[in-house]
């Protein structure tokens, strides 16, 4: 990483024609690095505001936890199955501390798209999936990470028009 020391002006002995292209590029680099350096100000503080609510939510105990949902996506009833699916789209949809705390389930979320034949399953599945990956990069990384994308393309393939649909947003949220 190198800091703003390595960007210097030109000397004021330089007689080069291009002095004044120089000093402006020189500028311009030194704006780039400080807006990124702010970005990365930015970004770190954010993170540390979003593990500070998750570790108030993991005290408060506010929702079901990411074990009990889990457990509701790995029943052997469909109907729990079902409630636990839409229960956890239904709390990331604009939350993106919940979408962090429940990265952990994509996993399950894809073994039910890759195992289920009940269509609304499916669809609520990969909406679920489409829901949890929209702005937030560590889901989308855990989804190509465990090879998600080609089950998300196979739903595209189904027979069902809410299927498809679904399958659809969720791969344009990605």
């Not at 590029?25 to 704006?31: F, H």
């Not at 540390?48 to 996506?73: D, F, P, Y």
């Not at 705390?101 to 599945?125: H, K, M």
Request: glycine share 6%; hydrophobic share 45%.
């Amino acid at each position: 990483m190198w800091g703003l020391g390595c960007l210097q002006w030109t000397p004021a002995s330089c007689r080069s024609p291009c002095r004044p292209v120089l000093n402006r590029v020189i500028w311009t680099l030194r704006c780039l690095f400080e807006a990124a350096q702010l970005q990365a100000d930015i970004s770190s503080g954010r993170r540390l505001r979003e593990q500070q609510h998750m570790a108030m939510v993991a005290r408060n105990g506010t929702g079901r936890s990411c074990q009990q949902l889990e457990e509701g996506l790995t029943a052997s009833d469909t109907s729990a199955r079902l409630q636990a699916v839409r229960e956890l789209k239904n709390t990331v949809i604009g939350n993106r501390f919940k979408k962090l705390q429940f990265t952990g389930l994509i996993p399950a979320l894809l073994e039910l798209l890759a195992s289920s034949n009940d269509t609304e399953l499916v669809v609520q599945a990969v909406a679920a999936l489409g829901s949890l990956s929209y702005g937030v990069e560590d889901a989308v990384r855990a989804i190509v990470a465990c090879n998600g994308v080609p089950g998300i393309i196979a739903a595209l393939c189904s027979s069902d028009e809410r299927v498809v649909t679904a399958a659809a947003r969720s791969l344009k949220l990605l």
